[in-house]
């Protein structure tokens, strides 16, 4: 049986896909963490604020949920989606904070015509490693910090949003763990049938095989007893000629 066939109607339960530590949007995520808490350190004020806890937990749960909605997404699709949207929700959270520090403190929010907004966007695009940023974060004024956060934000955002349209995709074609499940299980059952259905014609394959060679076994053996008669009645023929001729 060609074992390659065997094989044809195996369906992964378990849902293959990217470590959580090699997507780009984890470690992007991960560097606005740490810049955000570097930020509230340096710029908001320790006590009697808010916005503190709220921005260093918006962007811990961004990063958190990409982390869980990786791991389950190994056997709910769903979840996953559910995770996904909580870490872009948290995300954009973040945003709103950095544009509401800009604003309130009557900084200016770099757009496409600022001479450094170009570079930055190049810079922030290419790096996605806390150790290309920290050594900056002490020395960056708010409102170069709070630009190059934002502008993390809305990366983080659009990869987010490309991911779950990927993801959502994905859903529609394969289903989630309930439809991986079943076609495992059809898979199995028919790849089971298979084998009974080659390992039935096989067997009728070596009775016909068998039956032909106890024929032939059986006239073999019916024209050796033949041969056998034939002589043994020669040889008594034979006898009984020399014992005529003994009498005379």
Known sequence: MDKQGSGAGKRRVLRA?????????????????????????????????????????????CKQNIVEGSEDGKTSTEMELKLLNVARASNNELREDYKDFINTHNLLLWTPD????????????????????????????????????????YQVDAMLNRYLNNLEKRFVTEGGIKERMYAARTGYRKEQDDKMTSLIKENCELKQQLATLQAAYDDLKQRALNAYNEQKARIVE???????????
């Open 238 to 248: 034979l006898e009984n000629k020399l014992n005529l001729n003994d009498n005379r």
């Open 17 to 61: 896909g990217a470590r959580w530590q090699d997507l780009r949007l984890y470690q992007k995520s991960d560097v606005l963490y740490q810049l955000t808490y570097i930020f509230c350190e340096r710029f908001l004020p320790k006590y009697g604020d808010r916005t503190v806890d709220q921005m260093v937990q918006a962007a811990r749960s």
């Open 114 to 153: 600022h001479p450094r907004y170009q570079k930055m966007q190049d810079f922030t695009r290419q790096h996605n490693s806390p150790d290309d940023y920290l050594p900056l974060a002490s020395k960056w004024s708010c409102e170069e910090f709070a630009n190059t956060a934002l502008t993390l934000c």
